[in-house]
T-cell receptor, first 113, second 117 residues
């Protein structure tokens, strides 16, 4: 059974705090993704990684950074959280390139006050 | 850049009726089109996908059709049931290459399907 685990379901932070969102997959997948989900906007890609220590910007990378030191773990970092980063964050992973199933984590609902 | 438009944003049907959700994409190089279902409070999960070398694919009550010329694809659900109520997302690949190829998906904005008993 495939598994993508996000470290927190709910998180409340203050403006200006540094925030870490963690994602772990146990399927030995090459590709990992961070999305942001907002009502009416669908799933928007923040960053993705196609290998250890490799990363690529998605469509909305501003205000975010990522880290992938190990194949199974992909971290999303908010260097200085702002209220407009209040959202649902979804991590996903996939095995091959060229079109493959993405498996999602349960999501982290982040509130920045 | 690549764009995927999805309609309608909300859809309400009676149990047993059919539901159709439509998506259009802008990049003619797109070659993989998955559909994800997200039940309330749960993670998105793939329900069906189609590749550009196929025009139609069925899986029990669910089917997807693809028109490459018009650059649109549709999800068809027949004999809808209350458990079909969810948000459905279409997506398309952008065909991105950097070092190794990777499948970067562009998602539509979602359709909230409500099946009334």
């Amino acid at each position: 059974d495939v598994k993508v685990t996000q470290s927190s379901r709910y998180l409340v932070k203050r403006t200006g705090e540094k925030v870490f969102l963690e994602c772990v997959q146990d399927m030995d997948h090459e590709n990992m993704f961070w999305y942001r989900q907002d009502p009416g906007l669908g799933l928007r890609l923040i960053y993705f990684s196609y290998d250890v220590k490799m990363k690529e910007k998605g469509d909305i990378p501003e205000g975010y950074s990522v880290s992938r030191e190990k194949k199974e773990r992909f971290s999303l970092i908010l260097e200085s959280a702002s209220t407009n980063q209040t959202s649902m964050y979804l991590c996903a992973s996939s095995f091959t390139s060229g079109g493959d199933i993405q498996y999602f984590g349960a999501g982290t609902r982040l509130s920045v006050l | 850049g690549e764009n995927v438009e999805q309609h309608p944003s909300t859809l309400s049907v009676q149990e047993g009726d059919s539901a159709v959700i439509k998506c259009t994409y802008s990049d003619s190089a797109s070659n993989y089109f998955p559909w994800y279902k997200q039940e309330l409070g749960k993670r998105p999960q793939l329900i069906i996908d189609i590749r550009s070398n196929v025009g139609e694919k069925k899986d029990q009550r669910i089917a997807v059709t693809l028109n490459k010329t018009a650059k649109h694809f549709s999800l068809h659900i027949t004999e809808t049931q209350p458990e079909d109520s969810a948000v459905y997302f279409c997506a398309a690949t952008k065909g991105y290459n950097y070092g190794g190829a990777t499948n970067k998906l562009i998602f539509g904005t979602g359709t909230l399907l409500a099946v009334q008993p």
